[in-house]
């Protein structure tokens, strides 16, 4: 598979950290610390391309 870069945004919460990547839909990961938050978003990202490709689907960049 090709590689391919997503963009992250990271927020500061008072309970932690929240991360998000605005080209996957609905793709997200909480966590208390900010390496906890980019270790979650990235295996987020992760299993939510695998789940992409097995269906065979066309990853559409938002």
């Known amino acids: 598979m090709k590689a391919q870069?997503?963009?992250?945004?990271?927020?500061k919460?008072?309970?932690g950290y929240i991360a998000f990547c605005p080209e996957l839909q609905g793709c997200e990961a909480?966590?208390?610390t900010y390496e906890e938050v980019i270790n979650n978003?990235?295996?987020?990202?992760?299993?939510?391309?695998?789940g992409i490709?097995?269906?065979?689907?066309?990853?559409?960049v938002h």
């Open 41 to 50: 978003i990235a295996e987020a990202i992760r299993l939510h391309v695998e």
């Open 5 to 11: 870069l997503f963009s992250v945004i990271v927020e």
């Open 53 to 60: 490709v097995s269906y065979n689907e066309d990853i559409i």
């Open 13 to 15: 919460r008072e309970d």
């Open 30 to 32: 909480k966590a208390k």
